[in-house]
């Protein structure tokens, strides 16, 4: 059955997001939290398909926890526990429906702004580099392909859109208009940082990050957090080292495989029904990426929680 927010009548619910359903909660210490539940939904151009992909919201919950605490040295996340029978008691009688899929969290005030790093032009960086040589205001050498390697890693800054909206790239004076040069500085800081360890760890196991989305928000205490997800297939393009080719779209281990099977049959920003063999193939790749990342067994993971 579909996870909706309908299944959770007895919590109070903050809103629906692509993937996400959000909760507001008390925390075993009576603070302020929210509870994150990844559904096994799938958004492509900013459309949420009717199809899902079995065991995805699991997937992306298990990598971003794990990357989480790869980076805590880097800078605090939200993550209180992923435990469920350590949740608050108003909880338990949902623990069937969150095992392995939901976080407790602090709660953030989040920053209006994604904050996106890329080390290889694709997608829409791609495109903008097309189009004018530069992306979100970064001149580039000339001469690069879909694919290339950048100089150096990027900062490249959006706007945050509602559901079916797309993000608008800004340049990195529009984000220290909108959230202040100070805190836009100290995100583009930690976004960075952020970037070049994963891209380190990644590398290490044989994988290319080309590009991520992060999000941040500040707590009560007014510390600046990691929230969200993090490099996971939905927020991350990962490429198998061994098949990088600059000139041509990547192997890829993310939804990379959705967007191209929508632009091949004609349905680009359709909600359209995925064949199975085009959902077994998506589940397939999210599972390699958290096992290849992590070094773990998803089939495992599955079995602890």
């Given at each position: 059955m579909p996870l909706a927010a309908e299944q959770f009548s007895g919590l109070?619910?903050?809103?629906?997001?692509?993937?996400?359903?959000?909760?507001?909660?008390?925390?075993?210490?009576?603070?302020?939290?929210?509870?994150?539940?990844?559904?096994?939904?799938?958004?492509?151009?900013?459309?949420?398909?009717?199809?899902?992909?079995p065991d995805k919201g699991a997937i992306l919950t298990a990598l971003s926890l794990w990357w989480f605490e790869q980076l805590a040295d880097l800078v605090p996340h939200h993550v209180i526990t992923?435990?469920?029978?350590?949740?608050?008691?108003?909880?338990?009688?949902?623990?069937?429906?969150?095992?392995?899929?939901?976080?407790?969290?602090?709660r953030l005030?989040?920053?209006?702004?994604?904050?996106?790093?890329?080390?290889?032009?694709a997608g829409s960086g791609w495109l903008d580099y097309q189009a004018a040589g530069t992306v979100s205001g970064h001149a580039l050498p000339a001469g690069l392909q879909d694919g290339s390697k950048l100089p150096e890693p990027l900062f490249t800054p959006s706007t945050k859109a509602a559901i079916g909206d797309h993000d608008e790239a800004i340049t990195r004076d529009q984000a220290g208009d909108l959230v202040g040069p100070e805190l836009a500085a100290e995100l583009e800081r930690l976004t960075l940082a952020v970037?070049?360890?994963?891209?380190?760890?990644a590398a290490d196991r044989g994988v290319l990050l080309a590009d991520t989305k992060l999000e941040f928000g500040t707590d009560a205490s007014g510390t600046l957090r990691l929230g969200d997800e993090v490099l996971t297939p939905d927020s991350s393009r990962f490429w198998p080292a061994d098949t990088w080719q600059p000139g041509r779209?990547?192997?890829s281990y993310d939804k990379q495989y959705v967007r191209d099977w929508l632009i091949?049959?004609?349905?680009?920003?359709?909600?359209?029904?995925?064949?199975?063999?085009?959902?077994?193939?998506?589940?397939?790749?999210?599972?390699e990426a958290y096992e290849v990342l992590t070094g773990r067994s998803f089939a495992d993971y599955l079995a602890a929680a």
């Open positions: 109070t619910h903050l809103g629906s997001g692509k993937v996400r359903e959000l909760f507001a909660v008390d925390d075993a210490d009576g603070e302020p939290a929210i509870l994150l539940v990844a559904s096994d939904r799938l958004s492509v151009f900013d459309v949420v398909l009717p199809s899902e992909i992923a435990t469920v029978s350590d949740y608050p008691a108003a909880l338990q009688p949902y623990a069937s429906q969150l095992v392995g899929r939901s976080m407790l969290c602090r005030d989040m920053v209006p702004l994604e904050c996106v790093a890329r080390g290889y032009l970037f070049g360890r994963a891209a380190e760890l779209a990547q192997p091949e049959s004609g349905q680009r920003g359709r909600a359209v029904e995925l064949p199975p063999d085009v959902v077994d193939a998506t589940r397939a790749r999210y599972v």
